[in-house]
């Protein structure tokens, strides 16, 4: 470990003091260096390409933490704490912009209500709770925005919509959407984050006009949107990052296929006893029906 400092810290100290400060003798360092790499060291460089591959995927926007999620997703065996380390080595760090002055931006927002939804994910009945959230998605002729509304009964994406922008009206959209294939027959609850789109007055009057009672998630709190987020992640998973898209309607046209043709009709989940939202909605309805 003393020699892996050093050798970190050439660039900046000198060889020769950190001896000293260490107490270890020059010479081992250098006969240190001459060794082959060793076991670890051959992992560590593995596991560092593999850290590089899912930061650049996220748009460099990743911190260690969901780099580690990543990793653990493609089957790697490693800790929060290592995967800080070698990302750190390798110069890996979560790229956010500027810092904001604080007090002078970005204040609460304007409307806010409560989190009502409360974490309450496994429901027992359809169109009674959806979750609505967006994402981008990288092209070459510029960033798509997704926009999704799902039934928590089933996961089931109910409501999508795609712009080149992220206005209220994408949010509205999905919305809209969602409400005109449900056609609920009672109050839904609609959970949010404190998003601009969801804290706007046209957001406010769509959900009184259709019977839909708001609720939010706690202020920069992802986990209480915890099933959309997830929804997301399989979604770059799963396809966006096996792709590359050309431009916007390259982009929707995958989207569509991978809601419309496979998630929604295909894919397994552990949830709905690994069946897909769509079959898991049938079997409940038959089951309801005796048959």
Not at 262 to 271: A, L, M
Request: net charge positive; aromatic share 12%; proline share 4%.
């Amino acid at each position: 470990m003393r020699y892996a400092f050093i050798e970190e810290h050439r660039p900046v100290f000198s060889i020769r003091a950190m001896c000293r400060g260490l107490r270890v003798h020059p010479s081992g360092f250098y006969a240190w260096l001459k060794l082959p790499f060793s076991k670890r060291a051959v992992e560590d460089e593995r596991q560092t390409e593999l850290i590089k591959d899912a930061w650049e995927d996220s748009g460099k926007v990743y911190g260690y933490r969901k780099l580690h999620d990543d990793l653990c997703d493609q089957g790697e065996t490693c800790c929060p704490n290592r995967v800080a380390r070698l990302a750190r080595l390798a110069g890996i760090k979560a790229q956010i912009g500027y810092k904001r002055r604080p007090g002078k931006y970005g204040g609460k927002p304007s409307f806010v209500v409560n989190n009502t939804l409360d974490r309450r994910f496994n429901v027992e009945a359809p169109d009674r709770f959806w979750v609505t959230d967006i994402t981008y998605i990288k092209t070459y002729e510029g960033f798509s925005y997704l926009a999704v509304v799902i039934d928590l009964y089933s996961r089931k994406v109910v409501g999508w919509a795609m712009q080149s922008r992220q206005p209220t009206d994408l949010v509205l959209q999905a919305l809209l959407m969602a409400v005109w294939r449900r056609k609920p027959s009672g109050k839904v609850l609609m959970h949010s984050d404190q998003g601009s789109q969801f804290t706007s007055i046209e957001w406010a009057a769509f959900l009184q006009q259709h019977n839909l009672e708001h609720s939010m998630s706690r202020r920069g709190n992802c986990h209480d949107n915890a099933v959309a987020e997830s929804f997301f992640n399989l979604l770059k998973r799963e396809r966006v990052r096996r792709r590359t898209y050309k431009n916007r309607d390259d982009a929707r046209q995958d989207v569509f296929d991978y809601i419309e043709m496979f998630y929604n009709p295909k894919r397994k989940h552990v949830r709905n006893g690994m069946l897909s939202p769509v079959d898991f909605e049938w079997q409940q309805k038959m089951n309801k029906q005796g048959i």
